[in-house]
């Protein structure tokens, strides 16, 4: 009897040492994780786009006294451009001292200093007291009309004039005509481009005492040009125009937690799965209010946002790769694979490889 005793009693001690050893098995494989640590690499990533704002609920924003009504000049200097050619030419300044305006015909002689007979190359008015720029082309081909800046009469002028309306050069003639370039459309769209930009800080310090608004900024205020004329008109072949400016500028403020807020939204929403903020850059921000729809209390910003992003590229990663493998082993692999600097940590402190179970298994960036 004591015989089977020592049997069943061995018997037990088993199934108790197999179910411990079942036990630990499934502790450790439910506790066993690898975390995966990628190198974080970030890249600035940019929004730069309109957005639609309601701004219905604030009826005040489209009161008459929100705006101020400004009329701006300025003068543009227009690009001259050049052509090859086997005459000399200069641009020159032509002077006028005299109490009257002088006109000259396109070929008027221009007379150097050394005798170099030169021509002008348009018809030109030049004001009483003033000055005005045209081309002068050498009157011969040929290499003796390269001559230094100086100052040319006007043989053709009455005697007495001569010495009060005459040409001045800054520059060395050259063979590369210069040509004074026609005003285009571009020219005078740029040049009121420009200064519209300027007309909202013009515009705030009245803006504030009408608003009452200490916080208004210039970015707050919308500019709508009423009227724009250039002198000379578009077309013309002239060194430079003024451009005459007459606009409205109204005050919209705008929440800007909420336009922040929108804006970080809009960004994060064209970015790939893949890709996260790591975070928004604050000095890299601007918006600037382009319309204001009164009828449906809609306005249109503009908005520029910048931000830092990373990508980890973690769908490339095969997990069963490194299924098994030991800490060395598998971040082995992920150098081969292209992740440098991968770094793995196995949990808890008793386990020395990668859990077969990919849903242990984690990435994560370091």
Known sequence: MRLHGNIYARIV????????????????????????????????????????????????????NNSVELVQSKTVQVLAKTTKTDKASAVVKIINTYSKSQSLVKTTRFLSVDNKLFRLSQTVTVPAGGSVQAIIEADQPGESFIIPA???????????????????????????????????????????????????????????????????????????????????????????????????????????????????????????????VVNFLPDNYDYEITSLDQTKGTMIVQVHLEALVSSSNTAEINLADLQGKTKTEAEQILSTQGYQDVRIELWPFWVTHVPILTDHIQIASS
């Open 150 to 276: 100086g100052k040319f009469t006007i043989p053709g002028l009455w005697a007495g004039l001569q010495d009060k309306i005459y040409g001045q050069t800054d520059a060395v003639t050259s063979f590369e005509r210069p040509n004074l370039q026609i005003i285009s459309q571009q020219d005078f769209d740029q040049a009121v481009n420009d200064l519209a930009k300027t007309l909202p800080d013009k515009a705030l310090p009245d803006l504030i005492k009408k608003t009452n608004n200490q916080n208004l900024t210039a970015n707050d205020l919308l500019v709508t040009i009423t009227k724009s004329s250039a002198k000379p008109a578009v077309g013309t072949e002239a060194g430079s125009f003024t451009v005459d400016l007459t606009a409205n500028v109204r005050a919209v403020p705008i929440d800007q937690q909420f336009l922040r807020q929108k804006a970080e939204d809009a960004l994060k929403a064209r970015l790939p799965e893949n890709i996260s």
């Open 13 to 64: 001690n088993i199934f108790i040492i197999l179910t411990v050893l079942i036990i630990l098995i499934i502790v450790h494989f439910s506790l066993a994780t690898a975390t995966i640590f990628l190198p974080q690499s970030t890249e600035k990533f940019i929004f730069d786009g309109p957005m639609e704002i309601t701004v219905a609920e604030q009826p005040t924003w489209f009161e008459a």
